[in-house]
């Protein structure tokens, strides 16, 4: 079940009143786990609130990992990244970074040196779209604008811009497995879309023990795997991009030291370099992207 608003392109799952925002302005209400709360749920739900700072302190409820299991991560190595950069998409290649940014008037594509975070180049957006998520597909860099439902394409060397697509809905987060694009809008449905038509193919709804899971954001396909950041919280989602399910849980707590940066929003950007077997993360705002590993115990 969904229920049109507004402009009517926009569509909810049942039970939210208001759509969650990767503006950072989170959802009004937040849907919350229901059925039998553990005392583990209760402790991670504390902990996930007591990462967040006075800044987010008025914000709803993060979403807590409910049944599936719990991974968190090391860091492998530390590498700086624009404080001013509102991440809302991140693709590597290599020893370079494609990033996407977001708000209006500040939104665009950029090549970054992944060792010195310096920006290489880079291609501003129109006022008009919210930068939102990006891949890299082959020579070509394709992106996301949030609520206008336009797609641009960029050369991966030059972001000179080869093309624009047209897309319904939202978006948010966007990847591929090498045959699709895949892309989240918020909710809890996945959409699979032809890279070269961008016909939309299929959809994927997220799920686990509980429920949906929504708030899908920031994508990346790993080996078979799909990650995603979940909105607004401090997790990624482990998805299986065959069946939905979400199969595990990555905690970010604590991966930024946040007193040492005090405007930091949520965790928004994940890339993976297959060659070298890297996987990367970093948020708005941050001034720190990681390279992680994911370990059993914190
Ligand atoms: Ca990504």
Known sequence: MSVPIRDGLRRLPAGTDTPPSPAGV?????KQAHGHSTALLLLLLAMAFSALGPAAAQSPRPR?????PVRYVDVVNTYPHDPDAYTQGLAVAGDVLFESTGRYGESGVRRIDLHTGQVLSSQAVSEFYFGEGLTLFGDRLIQLTWRAGAGFVYH???LARTGEFDYKGEGWGITHDGDRLIVSDGTSTLRFYDPVTFELQ???EVWDEVGAVSGLNELEY???ELLANVFPSELIARISPETGEV???IYLRGLLDRSSAPDAEMPNGIAYDSKHDRLYVTGKLWPYLYEIQIIENP
């Not at 989170?26 to 937040?30: D, G, V």
């Not at 807590?64 to 599936?68: D, E, I, L, N, S």
């Open 26 to 30: 989170p959802a009004a209400r937040e």
């Open 64 to 68: 807590v990992f409910r049944g599936a």
């Open 156 to 158: 991966r060397d030059t």
């Open 202 to 204: 299929d959809e994927l």
């Open 222 to 224: 790993v080996k078979g």
């Open 247 to 249: 199969t595990g849980w």
